[in-house]
Structures are given as C-alpha cells and as structure tokens.
C-alpha cells in the first residue's frame, strides 16, 4: 500500500511515513501543545482580580485534559496492546509510553489541584504554584508526543492496519456528545498555519468544510479574550 502524505504542524518532531493518516493524530498533539503553552503564558498574567478570566481558564484547562484523557485512553486500550502483540520490538517503546502516560497523569492532577486552589482564593504563592504545575504538565506531555511521534507511530505505520485505524477513530468519536464532537473539531482547527488549514479545507468535502468553518468560529468566539 502507498505511503500516505502526512501533515506537519509547528512542534511536531517527526512525521512517519505509511499507508496511516495520521493527520487526526498530529492535529490533536498540536493542539495540546498550543494550548498547554497557552495556558502557561496566560496563569502569569492573568490578573488576581479577574474572576472571570480565572474560571474560564480553568474550564479550558479541564476541557484539554478531557480530549487528553480520551487521547491516552484509546493508546492504552487498543493501540498499545495491538504492537505488543505484533512486534517483538516494540515492548521497550509501548512500557515508555504507558509510563510516559502515568507520568503525564501525575501532573494532571497536580494542576487540578493547584487550578482549584488558586480559582478558589486566587494569590501570588497560588499563582507560582500553579504555574509551576503546568509547566510540568506542558513539559512532560511534550516530550511525551516527541517520543511517540519518532518512535511510536513508525510502529503504527509498520503493524496497524488502515481498517483497524479507521476502527480506533470511531471508538474514541463514541466517547464525545455530539457538542463535544463540534468543540473538538474547532479546537483541532484552531491556530493552524495557513498552509495546513489551507490542505485541509482541500482535502474536505464541500459539508464538512461549511462545518469545520462554523466549528472554528464558535470556537474563536468561546476563547475571545482568553489568551489576551
């Protein structure tokens, strides 16, 4: 079977070659990259005073740990379990993976914490310790993605087949309401470059070009004045 053309997005360290589109996959990886990052930036600035701001930050930050947890989830589950079987090679990979997952889930709760602390009674030692929180979540779920996308995929592209793909897409899809469905795709959409997005609306019928186009601008609107 033909290699399939992948898409590169900022970040990402690796793009595998196979018959695998992984465009799904490196779409959400952006996505918790940019908005890990963003969040950061925005805990230390936003003001102690803006209660507002403070709460929909959290909602965000719950909303990215929502699509992560999914994410995990799914690799856990189906993918991980299907290249141990499959591929001798792949039992030192898939144990830094889940390993790499648990570490990932240390800090998630980390942030919960210190994201309710701080919502709760907001201030500077709250604010640092907050902060800091996330930058360990922002680091370790990078490096995570770095590693899976130079490491793991290559032995998705290798032992997984487009069928058994397709079949993981739809039983992560099952865990989203069809609202959640409508957030997920503008925020798989959002901050992409233009020559990605550009690919995208190309390679997309005319209906869901007129749905992601509806999706990405109810999803601008849900985050206007977030990251400001």
Known sequence: MADVPQIRLPGQAAAAPGPLDMTNMYLAHHGFRRDLGRLVTAVCEVSPRDRDRIDRLRKQLAWVLFVLHHHHRAEDLTVWPLLRARAAEAAEVMDAM?????EAAKWIAECESAFAAFAREPSEPGR?????????????????????????IPLMQAHISA???????????????????????GWLIDGLPDDA?????????????????????????RTSGLWS
Do not use: K, N, W
């Open 197 to 221: 997005a550009d690919r995208l609306r190309s390679q997309a019928p005319p209906p869901m070009r007129l749905l992601a186009a509806v999706a990405g601008f109810c999803y601008r609107r």
């Open 98 to 102: 889940e390993a790499e997952h648990a």
């Open 163 to 185: 069928a058994e793909d397709a079949r993981g897409h739809r039983d992560i899809q099952r865990q989203y309401g069809p609202r959640q469905m409508f957030t997920l795709l």
């Open 128 to 152: 640092a310790e907050l902060a800091t929180a996330l930058r360990a979540l922002a680091d370790t779920v990078g490096a995570h993605l770095a590693h899976e996308e130079t490491m793991a």
